[in-house]
């Protein structure tokens, strides 16, 4: 007897001194341009559309907040939205904290040979104003708005290591390349650039495993002129699906469908109807191809 209290004394204090076993939480990257920033307006939700668990976390860049729909500003104005909030409605349905991170910039291009708005073609170079995620982390070449969001996005990831969890990071959502539908080059290679834009995100952020969703932008026609190559770039995105069976398909790479994504009289961006259907669809997409 005396021995077996002694076996259960020493078990008691290895296990005090065992270091606890960090929580793992489900982290979820968006990035892109003005459709993934969101026009949507949160006037038009419903009150169902409103609630969320109080598991569900967003990056405000200095802390993760609960994501309060009309007091957490997931969009540079306070009464707009985006896909976001139809997104992890969805995905809290499946149970445990959920932590949104989000970057992007209106108008803006991924392929290296824009500046912002200017086509300057070329090789990279450094100083352009772009998604252009470079060869490796620190490429003085890489774009300026990869090199914003993929901080943001690490910072993030850290913040809740030294929170002592575990950031999990399930998905890249990206909804980008209007602008990059400007120009031939630029839309005939967008296969490419999406592929190693997955990539680099994949290993800067420590995340081999994760899953690419993105949406087909231009669902619609005739696209305004500026559109130059509207039906290449839709081809690309595409071909890029890992499910197509074309050269250009990527591993893990899911596209969503804007089709049903109702647009606002610009033909462009989606209205608050159209927001939360593609966050649904986006939900869909991730859940449907998960390990």
């Not at 130059?228 to 690309?236: F, G, L």
């Not at 893990?252 to 033909?267: G, I, N, P, Q, Y």
């Amino acid at each position: 007897r005396m021995k077996s209290l002694i076996l259960s004394i020493l078990a008691a204090v290895v296990l005090s001194r065992a270091p606890a076993i960090a929580a793992v939480v489900d982290v979820y990257l968006l990035g892109g341009q003005s459709n993934m920033e969101g026009q949507g307006d949160i006037a038009d939700l419903t009150e169902v559309q409103k609630q969320f668990s109080k598991e569900v976390s967003f990056w405000n860049g200095n802390q993760f907040e609960p994501l309060i729909v009309g007091r957490t500003m997931t969009c540079n104005r306070p009464e707009r939205f985006g896909l976001e909030l139809s997104f992890a409605q969805e995905m809290a349905k499946c149970g445990g904290p959920i932590y949104l991170v989000k970057f992007s910039a209106s108008g803006m291009p991924l392929h290296h040979g824009w500046d912002r708005n200017t086509w300057k073609g070329g090789d990279p170079a450094p100083g352009r104003v772009n998604f252009y995620p470079g060869t490796e982390l620190e490429d003085p070449a890489q774009g300026t708005l990869y090199r914003q969001m993929i901080k943001r996005f690490r910072d993030a990831i850290a913040n809740l290591e030294k929170q002592g969890l575990t950031p999990r990071v399930k998905a890249f959502h990206w909804m980008q390349g209007e602008q990059d539908s400007k120009h031939e080059v630029s839309a005939t290679t967008y296969a490419k650039n999406l592929a190693l834009l997955f990539q680099r995100v994949k290993n800067d952020v420590g995340s081999p495993n994760m899953k690419l969703v993105y949406g087909q932008v231009l669902p619609y026609e005739d696209a305004m002129p500026r559109f130059t190559h509207r039906e290449q770039i839709r081809a690309q995105m595409a071909a890029a699906d890992a499910r197509s069976g074309k050269p250009e398909s990527i591993i893990d790479a899911f596209m969503v469908s804007t089709e049903d994504c109702s647009l606002k009289r610009d033909t462009v961006h989606h209205d608050s109807a159209g927001y939360w259907r593609l966050g649904q669809k986006f939900a869909d997409a991730l859940l449907r191809n998960a390990d």
